[in-house]
């Protein structure tokens, strides 16, 4: 029969999470062949690479918006980054992307071919013709007139937003946990003249790049303009800060604050933190801040191989800080998992995540159950050693717990 392990208090967790993997290692080679248990989480994100849990780079992706930043502010722009990628930490790592299309770089580690590429990016925004409203303090009045410049103004925000969901589902794809910063003194959105407006596209925008596991911070290399009235900075900012707010990053727009604006949201020392704890969790080091215990479970045949190892990882909600948000509790948890030989070759990686985004009844709930995610490794029959990495990437708390595993 299968076994699974209780939920237990953090003071007693050590002594428990011991026994669970004692109780793994006695019965994962005899697992009957049941189906997923309803509540269960199925975890079949990325394939982990070692490449991808030892590197010490940090994956960071700049999406400068020229469609829609003047030239003076894109200069500043220009220069910060470049200042920036000059005296980032060895190792790090970049991409650049353009919602114009050009100039456009590839993860590079190289800081001349990152710089160069910065240095070509030019701003458009005034050619737009009726697009430069967004740069202006007559936006409102731009806005309202409507006619062919509403018109012009919405099939440019909606290409926009094209280009933002393409770079969060690129940053997404990248050896993880990536940052995407977008560069960008925003668009409208609402176009009350015509009556129209792309609300549902930024909702899917915003579901998408929530669901990705990508932390989008932004960047406004104008910042606030006194003159500015509250709605011209709604229209102009409130897709950046819906971005940003869904993926728990940050909006910078604080004339004060622009000049290290990179170095803080692009390097991103909590996910950076995070990152390390992944890579030494994954190397072998016991991290223990978590309520997480391990069970194994049967065995579900896939195409990918006909034996294996299928793992219920429980994670207790009391042990994790949400963040409290419109009523709800939120919380991104990851949970990675490397099945290695006796000569510590990778056989199986996986990593996947788990949004959560709880009501308070909900959250009462998963109290005594606990969250379960459904870990899949497929292996031919043979000796095994498992490590399993569960993270809340809110405040990087972790995990980290290993075993010996037979796969018959």
């Known amino acids: ?231 011209d900075w709604q229209l102009q900012e409130g897709v950046l800060n819906g971005l940003a707010r869904a993926t728990g990053g940050t909006l910078e727009d604080n004339r004060n604050q622009l000049a290290s604006a990179f170095d803080r949201l692009a390097s991103n020392p909590g996910l950076t933190a995070a990152g390390d704890k992944l890579r030494q969790g994954l190397a072998g080091e016991k991290i223990d801040e978590l309520p997480v215990v391990v069970a194994p479970a049967a065995w579900k045949a896939s195409q990918e191989s006909a034996t294996g190892s299928h793992l219920i990882v429980i994670v207790s909600p009391k042990g994790l800080q949400f963040a409290h948000e419109q009523g709800g509790n939120r919380q991104h948890l990851r949970v990675a998992a490397v099945l290695t030989n006796a000569q510590g070759q990778w056989i199986a990686a996986r990593e996947g995540s788990i949004l959560l985004d709880l009501s308070n009844d909900t959250l009462k709930k998963l109290d005594a159950s606990g969250i379960k995610a459904a870990l899949e490794l497929p292996a031919p029959p043979g000796a095994y050693h498992v490590v399993i990495v569960v993270q809340e990437l809110h405040g990087g708390a972790t995990t980290a717990m290993a075993a010996n595993l037979a796969v018959r």
């Open 1 to 231: 029969m299968s076994h699974y392990c209780a939920i237990v208090a953090p003071m007693s967790r050590s002594r428990r999470v011991a026994t669970c993997l004692g109780l793994l290692l006695a019965t994962a080679s005899a697992l009957p062949a049941t189906a997923q248990k309803p509540g269960e989480i199925a975890l079949s994100g990325r394939v982990l690479t070692a490449a991808a849990a030892q590197s010490e780079g940090r994956a960071t992706v700049l999406l400068f918006d020229d469609l829609n930043v003047s030239t003076a502010a894109m200069e500043w722009a220009k220069k910060a980054a470049i200042e920036y990628v000059a005296r980032a930490p060895q190792g790090s790592a970049w991409a650049l992307l353009t919602t114009s299309g050009e100039p456009r770089l590839a993860l590079t580690s190289d800081v001349a071919a990152m710089t160069a590429a910065v240095a070509k990016v030019t701003s458009h925004s005034e050619a737009l013709g009726t697009t430069a409203a967004t740069q202006t303090t007559g936006l409102t009045e731009k806005m309202h007139g409507g006619g062919s410049n509403d018109e012009v103004l919405q099939n440019h925000s909606a290409h926009s937003l094209d280009t933002l969901g393409a770079a969060v589902a690129y940053t997404a794809a990248l050896p993880g946990p990536p940052v995407l910063v977008v560069i960008s003194t925003g668009f409208p959105v609402d176009f009350p003249a015509n009556g129209t407006n792309l609300n549902d596209p930024v909702r899917r925008m915003n579901d998408a790049a929530r669901a990705s596991g990508v932390l989008v911070n932004a960047i406004d290399p104008a910042a606030l303009d006194p003159a500015l009235t509250s709605t």
